[in-house]
């Protein structure tokens, strides 16, 4: 069924730890999500739910106070109606919600590109110098692992075969476009820069719906994410 989310909400779902939570059949009805089935999928899905909060986001910002939680932030603005929200994403603000997504689906989108090379990992810190990393590992006394979607390998061999996975993921993520009678799958979306409330098409991503482009770009941006990193994590499981 189609859901037809608000924008706040629709962030709120794309980055939860709740999204990635291990399913009933892999905890054997462990409530706590801590028993592993012996296919993985729950250490996968573990996996897959720390990158995802490790991605960048939005932080709302009323007064003095700061906040991940769009819901938070509604009830603090809530409390004092002369303070507005403002919209934080990285060392930039808003007071535009649609400008603050706008500029997170880019820097999603910039990431992903990170994402989807090799870096290096030294007791869970990203590198993107192997020299430096090697040099660090030693001094560590620790392994250097390689780095894929924000999944640790190895070796070279398995995180380059984890891009190889994580390409393919993210070739099969598409928005399907419909307005009116027409309708239309595509992978990319342009620029655009009316307004959300001008918009008639419908946009839909992962049965997410929405008629604001702003936050279509941000939803096909964050299932890219998603589709590279269960990708990776799987090769890693």
């Not at 729950?42 to 106070?65: E, R």
């Not at 030294?122 to 390689?146: H, I, Q, R």
């Not at 009116?180 to 799958?185: K, L």
């Not at 839909?204 to 990193?229: D, S, Y």
């Amino acid at each position: 069924m189609l859901k037809k989310l608000s924008f706040v909400a629709s962030v709120v779902m794309a980055l939860s730890v709740s999204v990635w939570a291990c399913p009933p059949e892999c905890t054997g009805g462990d409530k706590a999500g801590t028993v592993a089935h012996k296919s993985g999928c729950c250490k996968t899905n573990a996996l897959v739910a720390k990158v995802m909060q490790s991605l960048p986001h939005v932080t709302y910002k009323i007064g003095d106070q700061e906040t991940a939680c769009p819901e938070e932030a509604a009830k603090l603005a809530k409390a004092d109606e002369d303070v507005k929200i403002v919209y934080l994403v990285g060392n930039k603000s808003f007071e535009s919600k649609d400008e603050a997504f706008a500029q997170l689906a880019t820097v999603l989108d910039s990431e992903a590109e990170k994402m989807l090379t090799v870096r290096y990992s030294v007791d869970g810190e990203c590198m993107y110098c192997p020299m430096s990393a090697a040099a660090t590992a030693k001094a560590k006394n620790t392994e250097m692992k390689y780095r894929v979607a924000g999944v640790d390998f190895a070796n070279r061999e398995q995180a380059e075969k984890a891009i190889d996975l994580a390409k393919a993921a993210v070739a099969k993520v598409s928005v399907t476009i419909k307005a009116g009678e027409a309708e239309r799958t595509v992978t990319k979306l342009d620029d655009d820069s009316k307004p959300c409330s001008a918009m008639k098409a419908t946009f839909i991503v992962n049965g997410e719906e929405t008629h604001c482009p702003i936050q279509a770009k941000l939803l096909l941006a964050q299932a890219r994410i998603r589709a590279m990193i269960e990708a990776a994590a799987a090769q890693a499981s």
